[in-house]
């Protein structure tokens, strides 16, 4: 693919995606209708190589991770989204699970004296977990650990959990914020479309509420990130004008760190009959995303999910984080049936990872600080020096 942008507008014949191509080299924004022509038109290749452009003129090489792990404190679910394969009706929770406080903190526990930066905290919509449950869990996490970062609960879980509590977005998240919750993960976002949304997730909170509760959590300085689930009966109308929302909010807050589009994954669930897209409509979907939200700073590719070879390939198409080490502490995608069925990479696989494709491996934490930067460590060398020493 290795052209540069001014290759790529004057190889370009079509007029409408060369005046893309130069507003890119230019930094300037793209419309809607220019993102959906890239959807429609954009050859792989084209869209590749402009959303490499500013992949590298933000980023360089560098490739972010981090070492984190997740909580999942049930799968027993008052909703019944048709994509997913997790989840088990409260009429049905003896096929479920859910943890106690002990249970979790126990999980916590297990990291002690170990450098993980992260805990990722999603789950179900349990009827009988609540607010006072999930002020307990995020109070005895930071009593245990304080600098350990929570970034927990999808706005999907914070509406059911305010609702029942009867407190407003902003006093709930006031409450959870105070008891030790950092920022928010980009979950439940799906579709904001209604017309898509309604067929696949009816019952849950619409897009303007996830978008509220997203601003609410902003306004009071936390951060969080953003998803979308594509590859499904959506069309690309639809993924427009889901970023085109997240573009908008992150204007008026620039609260949101990272989007990460979620591919539809079609084992165990009531949506088994649509295909999964195509790994080259995969990559087209991260670069066109990389080229429309051009206020967001990073592109994220959440290898459990995609794959670890999809994930390196992602690279070369805008991505420029593959999230962390994840320890085999999700169900999420492996019961929906990625590849990755029990997902867990080292720090030296991840590194390798990133390298392997010339990259520069850099550890984050939550907020894109600096841990550590592997670009010139290697592995096999320090392990050499701790045998000697
Ligand atoms: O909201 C559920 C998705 C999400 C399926 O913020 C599915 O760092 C594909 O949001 N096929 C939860 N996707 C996971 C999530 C997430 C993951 C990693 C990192 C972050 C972050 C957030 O998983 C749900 C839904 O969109 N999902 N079922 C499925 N069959
Ligand atoms: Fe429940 Fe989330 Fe599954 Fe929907 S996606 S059924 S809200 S666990």
Redo the contacts with the bound molecule.
Sequence with gaps: MNISIDTLIDNTSDLALKNIAQKVKLQQRITDEEGLLLFEKGSLPFVGTLANFIRERLHGDTTYFNRNFHIEPTNVCVFS?K????SRLYAKKDEGWELSIDQMLDIVKKYDGKPITEV?I?GGVHPKMNMAYFIELMQKIKAHRPDLHV?AF?A?ELDYMFRKAKLTVEEGMKQLHDAGLDS???????IFAPEIRLQIAADKIDGDGWLHIHEVAHNLGMH????M?YGHIEKYEHRIDHMRRLRELQDKTGGFN?F?P??????N?D?SYVPESTITEDMRLYAIARIYLDNFAHL?A?W??LGRENAQLSLSFGVNDI?GTIDDS?K??S???SEEQTPAMSTQQLVTLIKQVKRKPVERDTLYNVVKDYTNINFEEALFDAQLN
């Excluded at 979620?262 to 084992?267: G, H, P, Q, W």
């Design positions: 989204c994509f997913c394969s997790y990722h999603v970034k999808t999907v928010l993960p980009g979950g439940g976002a799906e969080t990130n953003a998803t689930l990272t990460i979620l591919k539809f994954r079609n084992e669930n949506m994220k959440y459990p999910m999230d999700t999420i995608y019961m929906a049936g």
